[in-house]
C-alpha cells in the first residue's frame, strides 16, 4: 500500500509551533478528509479550534505504508508522526 505524506505545521494556545504530518492512503486525495484528520488529532491533545488549513498543512510525499502506521491506518484511516511540540 502507498501512503501519502501532508507536512503539517499548526500554532498552538500557548503561541508554540506543533510538527507533525498527517499519513492515509494515498487514494484520500481530499485536503478536506486531511485536514479533518488533523482536526481530530488537534482535538486530542487540547488543541482545539486551532487553524488548520492549506496553509497548515500541505501534501509533501508518496511513500509504502510502514508497518508501525498500519494499524492506526486500519483502524481510524490516518497514522499521525508527530515530531516537535506535540506534547
Not at 498552538?12 to 499519513?23: L, R, T
Request: net charge negative; charged share 30%; proline share 2%.
Amino acid at each position: 500500500m502507498k501512503v501519502t505524506v501532508w507536512d503539517t505545521y499548526v500554532t498552538k494556545k500557548d503561541g508554540s509551533i506543533m510538527h507533525f504530518d498527517i499519513i492515509a492512503p494515498d487514494t484520500i486525495n481530499d485536503e478536506d478528509v486531511i485536514h479533518a484528520f488533523g482536526k481530530e488529532y488537534l482535538k486530542q491533545k487540547n488543541q482545539e479550534g486551532q487553524q488548520l488549513t492549506a496553509k497548515e498543512c500541505r501534501f509533501c510525499h508518496v511513500e509504502s505504508l510502514k508497518p508501525e502506521w498500519e494499524a492506526a491506518i486500519a483502524s481510524l484511516g490516518y497514522f499521525i508522526f508527530e515530531m516537535e511540540n506535540c506534547n
